[in-house]
């Protein structure tokens, strides 16, 4: 093809045609850029293609994820409430006006479950994928916010969930290591015995202070779940419609 073209060029310069010699290169060279252009269309073409097919993948995939977040979420929540509930009773009951000392000490021996639950994290394989590659910049900017926002937002608040169990569990051990457990003991004299030497003043203190951290750390956890919750909603339905 180049040889045709070439050939063309000498037979127009030797016949002194130089206009249509000059009318000719133009039309070479400007045949050469659309050629170049359309190129470069195609290749945008097949960039966006291999973008969209991507995007279509990867919302999928987060879906899935998001899903099996809102049911862990749900299920947490659901334990949350149940203990916070019952945390939050104690202490209605200790601020009755009848109760004492030994209101507390019944609550601590024989009715707190003092374990304590540490939140989930999320499921982020396919974020940590999008944001390692850089292919998170396929989904439009509010979606790309919206998808950053979710799962910085769960692991700002899991890492704190985390702080707070281990603050709670430094109480617990001193709980575990102070206070006989009758669950631990059933109808043993042993019991009675340990709780003759305990310390009662101290153990009801650590117990006390276990009950307001455990009532911070519920509520706190709550809070956490409720709010990713609704991000995940609000992210699962801004999924979905992107792809519908």
């Known amino acids: 093809m180049l040889a045709f073209f070439r050939k063309i060029r000498q037979q ?3 016949e002194n ?16 850029v659309i050629g170049i252009l ?12 291999k973008a969209n097919n991507a995007i279509i993948e990867y ?20 334990e949350i409430n149940q203990r916070l509930e019952k945390v939050l009773e104690y202490f209605e009951r200790l601020s009755h006006p009848n109760s004492n000392l030994d209101t507390l000490f019944k609550i601590m021996r024989l009715e707190a479950d003092p374990s304590f639950v540490r939140p989930s994290a999320l499921n982020s ?3 940590l994928t999008l944001s390692s590659t850089g292919e998170i910049g396929f989904f439009d900017s509010k979606m790309g916010e919206m998808i950053q926002n979710y799962y910085q937002q769960g692991s700002r608040t899991y890492n704190g969930a985390l702080e707070q169990s281990r603050f709670y569990q430094t109480i617990f ?3 575990h290591f102070n206070i006989p457990k009758p669950h631990e003991y059933k109808d043993s004299p042993v019991l009675s015995q340990l709780e003759g030497i305990m310390d009662k003043e101290k153990a009801l203190l ?3 202070g276990m009950l307001s951290i455990k009532r911070f750390n519920l509520t706190y956890f709550r809070n956490y779940h409720e709010e ?4 995940n909603q609000e992210l699962s339905e801004g999924l979905k419609e992107s792809i519908q």
């Open 12 to 14: 127009l310069l030797q």
């Open 17 to 32: 045609k130089f206009t249509r010699y000059l009318a000719y290169a133009f039309g070479e060279i400007l045949l050469v």
């Open 38 to 49: 359309i190129a470069l269309q195609v290749n945008t073409w097949n960039e966006d293609r």
């Open 59 to 78: 919302t999928h995939a987060l879906l899935v994820e998001l899903e099996k977040d809102s049911t862990l979420l749900t299920q947490e929540l659901l």
């Open 125 to 127: 394989n396919t974020y």
């Open 173 to 175: 051990a001193e709980y």
């Open 206 to 208: 650590i117990f006390n």
């Open 228 to 231: 990713l919750l609704k991000l």
